[in-house]
């Protein structure tokens, strides 16, 4: 999966965690990607945006979208 084109990176900004986007369609009220999630180890799958906003990180701080990318 090397030819893929990454267009949006999402990021934990205060530890692990980081999911790079290659496609992505909206479902309803949310938004289905696919792309590469690089937690404990890097894999390709699916994933929602529903379930990054839903991640609660310390300091009340949440999941980011990376707007350099």
């Known amino acids: 999966m090397e030819d ?3 267009i949006c990176k ?3 900004p205060i530890g692990r965690g980081t999911w790079l986007v290659c496609e992505g369609e909206q479902v309803g009220d949310d938004y289905k990607f696919f792309g590469e ?3 404990l180890e890097r894999e390709w799958g699916y994933f929602y945006l529903s379930e990054l906003e839903s991640i ?4 009340g701080m949440k999941i980011e979208r990376d707007i350099l990318f």
């Open 37 to 39: 999630v690089d937690l």
């Open 10 to 12: 999402f990021f934990n």
């Open 56 to 59: 609660k990180l310390p300091l």
């Open 4 to 6: 893929k084109e990454f």
